[in-house]
């Protein structure tokens, strides 16, 4: 009897000390959960089985993957689609990966057209490089020559990106557009302007449907950046002449001005031009300026304005400031001819400085 108590109480003890165990873990595991809940890792679903069939088929796949295109040495080769755009004389390096027979190099035609091997001709003018990169690749696989082509153009020459500068510049002509470039660093390429050039410079983008673009640039570049502006392959920048203002007769040093940037009064050109003589005509002054029915005279009150009593007369491009000689009558009756005579010669002199 006392054998059987002896054994229940042990079996109670057992099962009692099985609870405390099972109840001691499931309380543990609650408090990692809670407080940390961060560190807790999801059960991550179970994996199928591989069949040896799909391994080898996932190896064929890797070694069959074309490795990445590698970029070209040129910088041009690199630019983004909307710049860079294959055109007549560029010379182009094609590859076709792992068909070595195939590498080639090609120019384009002056129709756009380029030869290549198995495919014959193909238009790749005014398209980008990964343009033409995907349609020789469609030109390949739709013919059966290549599964899967992955081809890889170079430009070598770039003879259609370059960026022309004409007009009143040092050294005008054509200069590549390779990488970023600005607008003063293509001037300071072309070895800066001429005496006589204007800053009003206009650019034509090739491939823009709006008018040229105009900017204003100081006399000094250096003064003002924002006029800096971006200079894409095939513009065409155009410096022009700057506008000449005649001042002639009784003045210290007749001269053809230029009027580079802005625009010059009245005051401002006779003070370039040396000032008034002491025997000049102060009230005969006028300004002689050519419009559509022929040359017209327009008198100028040059001792009211010396005075601050009249205002300041803005000139205009080709105007001759004519100041004539005070009692000389031969000079007054024929004050018009002599003022286009020295304005033509003042001409000649300004146009070879």
Known sequence: M??????FARSRGLLALCLVLLWGSEFKAWAQQTSSPANTVPALPEAEPISQAAVGSARSTDSAKPTPRARSANPAANEGSTSLRL???DLLEVGVYNVPELATKARVGNSGDVYLPLIDYVHLGDLTVEEAQALIEKRLEDGGFIRNAHVTIFLDESASQGVTILGEISKPGIYPAIGERKLYDLISAAGGFTPSAGRKVSVIRQHSQTGPITVNLPRNLAD?????????????ITVPRAPIIYVVGDVGRPAGLLVDNGSLTVLQALALAGGTNRTAKMGGVR????????????????????EAKAPDITLQADDI??????GARAAASTGLNAAISAAAGLAIIAAHP
């Open 2 to 7: 006392e054998f059987g108590r002896f054994r």
């Open 321 to 326: 400031l004519f100041v004539p000689l005070s």
């Open 87 to 89: 055109g007549p004389g």
């Open 224 to 236: 003002d950046m924002n006029d800096n502006i971006e200079i894409l392959p095939g513009d065409t």
């Open 287 to 306: 300004i002689i300026r050519k419009g559509p029915e022929g040359m017209i005279e327009t008198r100028v009150p040059l001792k009211k304005m010396l």
